[in-house]
């Protein structure tokens, strides 16, 4: 009768949704994965500029590339970590800390960045 229908019907329901929630879940993991990737990188990016000291025409034009590509990667990072955060309150998952690491880099990036454009500036001014 119509009451084991129901049943069946809400079975495959409740299935479907679990499902759903885990391909979720797995998506999530995903991108926390490519957010990660991205902090890794533009830590050792953001390293690599910090140590670059010639100020060599050549040498400021690839800093502040550098400088660019980083900016592009956090700005890569950024959108993700929106994304990130979407899921865990869609899945009622607990909050990742992925605000503080993204504001850590930018705290890092920020002065090297201003520093080699402005050397950037200064170079091609005098060209």
Same mark, same amino acid.
């Given at each position: 009768g119509w009451p084991a229908r129901a049943d069946v019907a809400l079975a495959a329901s409740l299935e479907m949704y679990a499902r759903r929630k885990e391909d979720l879940l797995t998506l999530a993991r995903g991108e926390q994965l490519k957010f990660d990737e991205l902090i890794e990188t533009m830590q050792a990016k953001i390293t690599k500029l910090a140590e670059a000291h010639s100020l060599l025409p050549v040498a400021v034009q690839q800093a502040s590339k550098l400088a660019e590509l980083i900016?592009? *990667?956090? #700005?890569e990072a950024d959108r993700i970590c929106d994304v990130i955060q979407s899921e865990e309150q869609l899945l009622g998952?607990?909050?990742? #800390?992925?605000? *503080?690491l993204l504001t850590s880099v930018l705290s890092d990036l920020e002065p090297l960045k201003k520093l080699w454009l402005m050397a950037r500036q200064h170079v091609?001014? #005098?060209e």
């Open positions: 900016q592009a *990667s956090y #700005d998952l607990p909050e990742t #800390d992925n605000r *503080s091609e001014n #005098d």
